[in-house]
């Protein structure tokens, strides 16, 4: 499938502002229907989420993927713990010192979750839909 087009880009970002606004999740078949890319099997829109989510987070400080959610568990995929384990502005040292995700019990991962997720939202409060 082609790339992104910048006003899917677009559309996603704000999909991912309004759940933020209202302190909700976005689940997979949401991103896939907001851009109509039900085909998509080859990771092109998940390498244009990406890109998407920047434009609320330019340097990445807040990850929106927080709210990208499997039904079940209703946790990010494990590309959004990586991520948050390398960021800078999480710690994710000083809160697990010793340990990786791969190591955190399901109960921790939604305990993580959910402390991030607060984030998030703070964040979402500040940003103007048409300034996106």
Not at 22 to 30: A, D, K, L, N, R
Not at 51 to 56: E, F, S, T
Not at 108 to 123: A, D, L, M, Q, S
Request: net charge neutral; charged share 30%.
């Amino acid at each position: 499938m082609p790339a992104l087009t910048d006003e899917e880009k677009r559309t996603l970002a704000l999909l991912f502002l309004r759940a933020a606004k209202e302190e909700g999740i976005v689940f997979y078949p949401q991103v896939y229907s907001a851009v109509n890319r039900d085909g998509d099997r080859d990771n092109t829109l998940f390498r244009g989420l990406e890109d998407a989510l920047k434009l609320l987070s330019p340097d990445r400080s807040v990850l929106y993927d927080a709210l990208l959610t499997k039904k079940n568990p209703r946790l990010p995929s494990s590309g959004f713990f990586d991520a948050l384990e390398n960021n800078p502005a999480y710690h994710w040292r000083s809160k697990f010192p010793d340990r990786g995700h791969q190591s955190l019990t399901e109960e921790e991962k939604f305990k993580v979750v959910g402390e991030y997720r607060k984030i998030v939202y703070r964040h979402a409060k500040s940003l103007n839909p048409e300034d996106i």
